[in-house]
């Protein structure tokens, strides 16, 4: 069974950081891309950032380049997103996800499995 668990979310004041992980098992991931993705109260799930497997490839959402990176420990299984100088609008379920066989990818319908998600709360 693969599985995606996510943490390090919580309540942080604006301008504020956190770390995200994600730890995945079940299968290998030695040639798969993972990414981050965001869904706010009353919005559609969005783009966050995305890693090759290598590391060579990363893409980050407008609204977090520069703030956010995601980076990935290959031998622990493990990819992990550190989020700076957040905002409220940060504030969202963010949730972890594996794409077969890709470099890298932005867009969710090719992205194949996916964890339960994780609270990010950013206090104005």
């Known amino acids: 069974q693969v599985q995606l668990v996510e943490s390090g979310g919580g309540l942080v004041q604006a301008g504020g950081s956190l770390r995200l992980s994600c730890a995945a098992s079940?299968?290998?991931?030695?040639?798969?891309?993972m990414g981050w993705f965001r869904q706010a109260p009353g919005k559609e799930r969005d783009f966050v950032a995305a890693?090759?497997?290598?590391?060579?490839?990363?893409y980050y959402a407008g609204s977090v380049e520069g703030r956010f990176t995601i980076s990935r420990d290959n031998a622990k299984n493990m990819v992990y997103l550190q989020m700076n100088t957040l905002k409220p609008e940060d504030t969202a379920v963010y949730y972890c996800?594996?794409?077969?066989?890709?470099?890298?990818?932005?867009?969710?319908?090719?992205?194949?499995?996916w964890g339960q998600g994780t609270q990010v709360t950013v206090s104005s």
């Open positions: 996800a594996v794409s077969l066989g890709s470099r890298a990818t932005t867009r969710v319908n090719e992205y194949d499995y």
């Open positions: 079940g299968r290998t991931f030695s040639s798969d891309a």
């Open positions: 890693i090759s497997w290598s590391g060579a490839t990363r």
